[in-house]
């Protein structure tokens, strides 16, 4: 039972232009969401985060919107640079801190 | 300021073998969080540890098992290995969740671990 989907499995933007991920979760119990970004042979890196009591949440070119009606998040990227290529999770969580990951989306930016 | 650590980073065991894995958190950091992460998938959280007890466990058979030491360094252990073991193995530190109330979790490099 996937409780957090990533539904593109990638996504290919031109250098300078907006990336947008997207992200949907099923369990309404999730409270905190976040995002990190994995290069290979490394471990996932924090990105940014949203609590459910917010919508959007900003951290230089990083945004991330919240519809908790829709159970639905993105992660905005303004503007997209070669070095954002990497794989993107989504996670969310509940009480206890215990993180439920999607399977990721392939980002490239192209130059 | 280091960063969390992992060893080793790479693995090769057979089935029916025994693994261990450790893993040092953040500095300042008290709480572990152990993750398998398949081919193409994201992490599937195992087991957490915080005040060396486990706290949380995800949908994991006991063969998998950990421990947390006084200076919050911990090891996964995994018994009688089966192909289907064979993943990158992620350790994540945090600060307390009870504590804190603090979400963010940052990760090590991971072992991959293969199982022949």
């Known amino acids: 039972d996937q409780q957090v989907k990533q539904n593109s499995p990638s996504l290919s933007v031109q250098e300078g232009r907006i990336s947008i991920l997207n992200c949907d979760y099923t369990?309404?119990?999730?409270?905190?969401f976040l995002w990190y970004k994995k290069y290979p042979a490394e471990g996932p890196t924090f990105l940014i985060s949203?609590?459910?009591?917010?919508d959007k949440n900003e951290d230089g070119r990083f945004t991330v919107f919240l519809n908790k009606s829709a159970k639905h998040l993105s992660l905005h990227i303004v503007p997209s640079q070669p070095g954002d290529s990497a794989v993107y999770f989504c996670?969310?969580?509940?009480?206890?801190?215990?993180?439920?990951f999607g399977a990721g989306t392939i980002l490239r930016v192209k130059s | 300021d280091a960063g969390v650590t992992q060893s080793p980073t790479h693995l090769i065991k057979t089935r029916g073998q025994q693994v261990t894995l450790r893993c040092s958190p953040k500095?300042?950091?008290?709480?572990v969080s152990w993750y398998q992460q398949a081919l193409g998938q994201g992490p599937q959280f195992i087991f957490q540890?915080?005040?060396?007890?486990?706290?949380q466990r995800g949908n994991f058979p006991d063969r998998f098992s950990g421990h947390q030491f006084p200076n919050y360094s911990s090891e996964l252990n995994v018994n009688a290995l089966l192909l289907g073991d064979s993943a990158l193995y992620l350790c994540?530190?945090?600060?307390?969740?009870?504590?804190?109330?603090?979400?963010?979790?940052?990760f090590g490099p991971g072992t991959r671990l293969t199982v022949t």
């Open positions: 994540a530190s945090s600060l307390g969740w009870m504590r804190t109330g603090s979400h963010e979790q940052y």
């Open positions: 369990n309404s119990m999730f409270d905190y």
């Open positions: 949203i609590s459910s009591i917010k």
């Open positions: 996670a969310a969580s509940g009480s206890g801190n215990k993180l439920v």
């Open positions: 500095s300042g950091h008290d709480t």
């Open positions: 540890y915080y005040e060396e007890e486990e706290r």
